[in-house]
């Protein structure tokens, strides 16, 4: 790991004892409350993240949840830090409705940016609370005190401990965000390459996981599912699988069908019954996925324009073209997604690896038909994500069954068909990119993006996004599709480039039907925009016949952005593309959601023209996220998500025909393997005076323009469909 | 049916059908988290754990197949408090995103190293291929087991 420290100001103010600034937050009207910043906004008492015990250790709460990023260890740094108090008496509530603020869904890179920033005000704010209490009770300016391991210290020796004056305080109280926090110049904690909290319990068996869950008198269920969208249950013989070992009941809810029994092996004996016996009529016809992105281009759409920049267009300019395309891809988890629920008394406990407790228990709510105070939604770690899989689903699976099982908990994992063919698969889309280009620089730009919405998660207000309340006999309707407004976006996430361009016009088409079950995967549609934008830049720089790193700094006025794509230069010692015919390099840079972290990834590509495999060997990353909170967990997110885009960029493509989803196993949906995988080397800028930003989706969409333009500077052809699997590799070489 | 098996060194008896997959005796039965449920399918290798030192995908093979071949399961290497070379180098290296893989990378990797004290790069990168992992923890995990054969 390289770190480069870039600070802004060539110092900072070293300050003792507590710093008072005024909130620049101006007071709205009267009767408003002023804003807070980032999550403390909704959630807005201070004891709502954070609470001192009489041992001296602090536990603290948060809406955000682990789901392999480390996101927990990186707030415990923050909250330490702020605290004084070492990693050790930091405890951590993550994700229970029970107990947490409401902090919606652990998605968009937004963790640090929004809990990271609460707790940080709440700890200082606290902090400030407990010295001013330290220093009434020894009768000393605030200043004289000496603060360390959760101890004040008085000039004079006497000592008394955060423990012995957390009585005395009430933090049921308002954050006012007026303490500001402490200069990143005296961090020890953030900043540091802090080892992951849940990572022993992973390497040596711990339970670690909602499926390693087992409470007393636990059941298994298993769900069957149709055999493709919109069929009908017609009938199954209970008789004989009732009568099989160990099944304690068979749940049936119009086109629901769920078994408990004793032993996980029984249940899944049991499904496997079901399934053969089900007879289902009826669904959904599938569009030709050989014409699926010209389908899409015919169905109702909402367009939009998201920027317009006019300026005179000169004469006499060039004119480029270009159209990209995505398919459907998968999360593919590999542990299936799982949930654990009770029913007892009229009230349901879902233990469960959801994104955002709050919002999938209003959901459950209504498809249960319960009040949501009756339903605790408590997270447990679950197999990685990467957004909107069948976790919730699950959820909802293991309550309906729940609820058959006597006030016994039922622990319901999904088989891997389930997972594959009833996901919500992140969206195929159509990227239409023009500009005109007159002395080697841009002077028009035209983009296009057509694609599905990339939110249908549980938590929408008018509508039920859960899977098995659609199949319930008085069936729940789902949520429409709603655009995401910029500049975050969804389908048009990144669709607006970060170059410096005169004039520009930038639409965004939201295909209302979905005729593939879609939702949130990790980046939405900035994979695909920033692989059509890139892409284009390298056809762009070709055109005008410039090195492809001089032509983007040409574009960029944000000098984050020039430095990070200066830095990958420099680490992979670029010499322009170095294409040989059977290998080269790519570049590619964007600023995630334009407003997160900056990413250039710099490929080197290998290529066996015979069966059309493309390896990607190398990979070189640089990321500024501004204040780093953990080095190796922002470089472990960076180099994570160089290696998942590769395998989405070489391989994945969700199969289907008009009958049905047709990738059931990784067989049918294959990943990148061990022997694929890139060595990858990341420098990390850090700009300790800005404020961190978010970066677990922020090299994916570098990543597969860079490979998309290795693959051009190999071999002088430009693949534009993803993946660039062999076929149509020897497709484009032919 | 009552069948006795060797788990990390203890014989258990345990009474299931014969024909149950090894995985859901150790994990429902013998109260082992390590070994996890991926496909069902030997495809993916979350569920690896040792017969007599040689990988097996634990998520199909039949408890009445394992007979006097003693398991070895991730339990059996190390603890938190006394972690084997390989979970200490996972630990050093933060060769984890959600980890739920990671199960089977070190089992496969266990094997290997017992075979080949010193494996190349590529020797790891062929053993590990058909252990599938999602989050693109690859080269970490690849670092961890080299770390652990050059004695962490």
Known sequence: ?734 | MAINLKVNGTVHSVTVEPDTPLLYVLRNDLALNGAKFGCGLEQCGACTVLLDGVPTRSCVYEIQDVAEQEVTTIEGLGSVDKPHPLQTAFMGEQAAQCGYCINGMIMTAKSLLDRMPHPTEADVRATLAPNLCRCGTHSRIVRAVLRAANGG
């Open chain 1, 1 to 734: 790991m390289n770190i480069q420290n870039l600070s802004r100001r060539g110092f900072t103010a070293a300050l003792g004892g507590i710093v008072l600034s005024f909130s620049l937050v101006p007071r709205l009207a009267l009767g408003q409350q002023a804003n807070l910043p980032g999550s403390l906004n909704n959630n807005r008492m201070l004891d709502a993240w954070l609470r001192i015990g009489p041992d001296g250790s602090a536990t603290v709460f948060t809406g955000k949840v682990e789901l392999g990023q480390g996101i927990v260890t990186a707030l415990a740094q923050i909250a330490a830090e702020e605290l004084d108090l070492p990693l050790t008496r930091i405890k951590m509530i993550s994700g229970d409705t029970g107990q947490t603020p409401n902090e919606g869904q652990t998605a968009g890179s937004q963790s640090i940016e929004a809990s990271g920033t609460a707790l940080r005000m709440a700890a200082a704010e606290v902090r400030a609370m407990l010295i001013d209490l330290a220093a009434r009770r020894f009768g000393v300016a605030a200043d004289t005190l000496q603060v360390g391991d959760g101890v004040f210290t008085a000039a004079d020796g006497r000592r008394v401990t955060y423990g012995e004056l957390a009585g005395e305080t009430d933090l049921h109280r308002e954050a006012t965000a007026k303490i500001a926090p402490k200069p990143p110049a005296e961090h020890k904690i953030v900043g540091q390459p802090i080892p992951r909290r849940d990572i022993p319990a992973k390497v040596t068996g711990g339970a670690a996981y909602v499926q390693d869950l087992r409470l007393p008198g636990m059941l298994h269920g298993r769900v069957v599912r149709p055999p493709r969208y919109g069929a009908k249950l017609e009938s199954f013989d209970e008789a004989a699988v009732k009568a099989l070992p160990g099944v304690v009941a068979v749940v049936r809810d119009g086109s629901f069908l769920g078994v408990i029994a004793a032993r996980e092996e029984q249940a899944i004996k049991a499904r496997d019954a079901l399934k053969r016996s089900a007879r289902w009529s009826g669904g959904e016809e599938l569009p030709d996925p050989a014409k699926i992105h010209e389908h899409l281009l015919t169905l109702s759409m909402e367009d939009k324009v998201i920027s317009d920049k006019q300026a005179p267009l000169p004469d006499g300019a060039t004119r480029v073209e270009a159209t990209y395309h995505r398919p459907y891809t998968a999360h593919a988890s590999i542990g299936p997604s799982c949930s654990v629920a009770q029913a007892e008394n009229g009230k349901i406990t879902v233990w469960t690896h959801t994104q955002g407790v709050f919002p999938l228990r209003a959901t459950m709510a209504k498809a249960l038909d319960m009040q949501p105070s009756a339903i605790r939604c408590i997270h447990v770690e679950g197999s990685g994500c990467y957004g909107h899989n069948a976790a919730d689903d699950v959820a909802l699976d293991a309550a309906l069954l729940a609820r058959a099982a006597a006030g016994k908990p039922v622990r319901v994992q999904l088989m891997r068909d389930d997972e594959f063919m009833w996901e919500p698969f992140g969206p195929a889309m159509v990227m239409r990119a023009g500009a005109a280009l007159k002395n080697g620089r841009i002077v028009d730009w035209t983009y296009d993006v057509w694609s599905n919405t990339h939110n249908m998660r549980p938590g929408a207000p008018d509508g039920v996004n859960l899977l098995a309340a659609w199949h319930l006999e008085k069936p729940k309707q789902p949520a429409p599709p709603r655009a995401a407004p910029q500049p975050a976006g969804a389908g048009d996430r990144n669709a607006i480039p970060l170059y410096d361009l005169p004039r520009q016009r930038i639409t965004s088409h939201l295909i209302v039907e979905m005729p593939l079950r879609v939702s949130a995967l990790r980046t939405l549609g900035a994979y695909a925009n920033v692989f059509a934008i890139e892409s284009f830049m390298d056809e762009l720089a070709a055109a005008a016949g410039a090195d492809p790193v001089e032509f983007r700094l040409a574009h960029l006025k944000d000098p984050r952005a020039k430095a990070v794509i200066e830095a990958v230069a420099k680490a992979a010692d670029w010499k322009g593309g170095q294409g040989t015919g059977t290998s080269g390099r790519g570049i590619a840079f964007a600023k995630y959601k334009t407003l997160a972290t900056y990413v250039a990834v710099i490929v080197d590509l290998e290529l066996d023209r015979a069966s059309g495999k493309i390896k990607v060997p190398r990979a070189y990353a640089a990321a500024d996220a501004g204040l780093i909170i953990n080095p190796d967990g922002l470089t472990n997110q960076i180099e994570g998500g160089i290696v998942q885009s590769t395998s989405w960029t070489l391989h994945e493509e969700v199969r289907f025909d008009r009958k049905g989803i047709l990738s059931q196993s990784w067989d049918s949906y294959p990943i990148l393997t061990m022997q694929e995988a890139p060595k990858t080397s990341t420098v990390l800028i850090n700009r300790p005076d800005e404020h961190s930003l978010g970066s677990g989706e922020a090299s994916q969409g570098p990543t597969v323009a860079a490979i998309a333009n290795a693959f051009t500077a190999a071999t002088s052809r430009r693949i534009r469909e993803l993946p660039l699997h062999p076929e149509r590799v020897k497709a484009a070489l032919a």
